[in-house]
């Protein structure tokens, strides 16, 4: 027997539809790329985006096509969020940082048909269109008098001039939510990049799990700066959660440095934010530096690698702002686990909460999982056993974008493979220990980088911290710890780093030489990159070795 239920198909554009009619008012500011800040309303945003997607139908852009955009996070980009997916197209979301190459792989591999860029951008897509023939226009974020040199793009149109020429008259489109709406790669450490397609059914899902109490908590009465780019899986789903609950929204534009953040963090008195630690990391440093304070603040949420202890407790000790630490990947839109207490741990003393938070935290409703020994062999949630951690869901990617052949990560049925390496505790929380590729095996045992890594850089003198595992006749594998010092540490020493290591981790995992060096190799996501640091340290011998 079917349900006697209005059958409403779950569209992205009802988002924005829903901010506009009933939170109209509320502000999205946005720090411009040169000029002062730009503020209006979800109501006017609303408005554009419907002049962007009839522009986009009058450009003749059919369901499903792919539009891609190099941008940072700006009204106009969220604009673009919603005119492109809301009128049926797939907004590529395209991450500047990647390699040449791999741009110019993302755009021909997802066909995109236009590119819609911030000026800053100009250059880059100037140097990649000559290898990218399907690109037909290029629309630039820009009113007439601002726009930069356009004589070596192909077909280019301004922005504001093209919305211009739109009423914004007219009824978002209806039809079926399993449709695909965005599309973002991953930013392939290993080989070419892989593309996750995230369906309008899905990302509402995702959507309405991530505003929950247990998750990110929000409400009309935050002020949310994401500051996790929208070119990074849809900057972690917040510009579809914002729009939900109609908080006001606060964009950082392309002035990610601590000194920029703090500015806007008090100024329009942000009470929820999102990034990755080494945001963080440039935001405390600044804040340390001039005696800052984060009355506003409220929680912030840390992912994308392993928030260290000490950048917790900083935040939660010294600011008062609530730490949620987050697990997802780009396969997973991205929300997977976060950190948040149950009831019976309310009482447990101070250090043994931030024990707890070091957990990337619990499955969200919507997200099971389970972990596998090497022969796929489900492993007990006791908090002890360590395996592969594989996910299942609906907002979980059930293949990759146009692949040739189904990824390894797809092996079983109904299951996505993470390659990530966690124990999972009785009460749901996982405790990641490695990317299964980095983990340093010793002797049969594992070391796991990320533990090595965070405990370092809890030293005062230790400003960034890289743990790989290098060759040993021994013992197969021996942790060699790669450590960028801070401007006013530098007279640090091994035995130093040692003797701080010394009590705070098993005797065994004890790294057989710390190394330093000026900077660590990142991914265009901004993580370490553990392939280019293994490259560096391609002819290094540890001294044990010999
Ligand atoms: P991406 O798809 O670029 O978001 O990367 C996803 C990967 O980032 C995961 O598979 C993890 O290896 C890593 N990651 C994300 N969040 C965390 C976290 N809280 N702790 C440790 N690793 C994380």
Redesign the pocket.
């Known amino acids: 027997m079917l349900a006697k239920m209005m059958d409403r198909p779950l569209l992205i554009s009802s988002l924005i539809a829903h901010a506009a009619r009933w939170h109209g008012d509320q502000e999205i500011v946005t720090r411009t790329i040169d000029g002062p800040n730009h503020r209006y309303t979800w109501a006017e945003a609303e408005i554009r985006a419907k002049k962007f997607a009839q522009a986009l139908q009058r450009l003749g852009v059919q369901q499903g096509e792919r539009i891609g955009t190099l941008a940072w996070n700006t009204n106009r980009h969220v604009e673009a969020y919603y005119g492109i997916a809301g009128m049926g197209a797939v907004t590529h979301t395209i991450n500047p940082r990647l390699f040449p190459e791999q741009l110019e792989y993302v755009v021909n591999h997802a066909e995109d048909t236009y590119l819609v860029i911030d000026t800053t951008f100009v250059d880059l897509v100037a140097n990649l269109l000559p290898h990218a023939p399907k690109v037909k226009g290029v629309i630039v974020f820009a009113a007439r008098d601002a726009m930069p040199d356009i004589s070596r793009l192909r077909n280019p149109i301004c922005y504001e001039d093209l919305i211009d020429g739109e009423t914004g008259a007219m009824d978002w489109p209806v039809f079926d939510d399993n449709s695909a709406a965005a599309l973002c790669y991953?930013?392939g450490t290993t080989g070419n990049p892989k593309g996750a397609l995230y369906g309008h059914k899905s990302t509402i899902i995702h959507t309405l799990c991530e505003i929950a109490p247990d998750c990110m908590n929000l409400s009309a009465r935050d002020a949310v700066m994401p500051v996790v780019p929208m070119f990074?899986?849809n900057a972690w789903g917040i510009p579809y959660a914002t729009a939900a609950v109609g908080t006001k929204l606060v964009l950082p534009g392309r002035h990610l440095d601590g000194k920029s953040i703090y500015d806007l963090l008090t100024s329009e008195k942000v009470t929820f934010t999102a990034a990755v630690p080494t945001i963080w990391m440039m935001l405390l440093a600044h804040m340390n530096e001039i005696g800052g304070r984060l009355d506003d603040l409220d929680r912030v949420v840390?992912?994308?690698?392993?928030?260290p202890r000490a950048m917790m407790e900083a935040f939660q000790n010294d600011y008062g702002v609530q730490v949620l630490?987050?697990?997802?990947?780009?396969?997973m839109s991205?929300l997977g686990t976060l950190n948040t207490p149950k009831a019976k741990h309310l009482d447990l003393p101070d250090v043994a909460k931030v024990d707890l938070q070091q957990s990337?935290g619990r499955p969200l409703f919507g997200v099971d999982m389970k972990i596998v020994d090497e022969e796929g062999r489900t492993l007990p949630n006791d908090g002890v056993a360590t395996g592969e951690l594989k996910v299942t869901g609906p907002w979980i990617i059930a293949d990759y974008f146009n692949l040739d052949q189904k990824a390894a990560a797809h092996a079983e049925d109904g299951w996505f493979s993470?390659?990530?390496v966690c124990a999972i505790d009785p009460d749901g929380y996982i405790w990641?220990t490695d990317?299964l590729k980095d983990v340093i095996k010793s002797g049969g045992e594992w070391i796991s980088s990320?533990d090595l890594e965070n405990i370092a850089v809890g030293h005062p003198k230790v400003a960034e911290a890289a743990a790989i595992g290098m060759p040993h006749p021994k013992w197969d594998e021996r942790p060699l710890l790669v450590v960028v010092k801070t401007a006013k540490g530098q007279d640090l020493t091994k035995d130093e780093v040692l003797a701080y290591l010394d009590g705070k981790i098993a005797k065994w995992w004890t790294p057989d030489d710390v190394v330093f060096v000026e900077d660590l190799p990142h991914?265009a996501?901004g993580?370490l990159s553990k392939l280019q640091l293994r490259e560096r340290f391609k002819d290094y011998v540890l001294p044990t070795a010999s």
């Open positions: 991953t930013s990074h899986v840390i992912g994308g690698s392993a928030c630490h987050a697990w997802g990947m780009t396969e991205p990337a993470t390659g990530d990641i990317r990320i991914t996501t993580k």
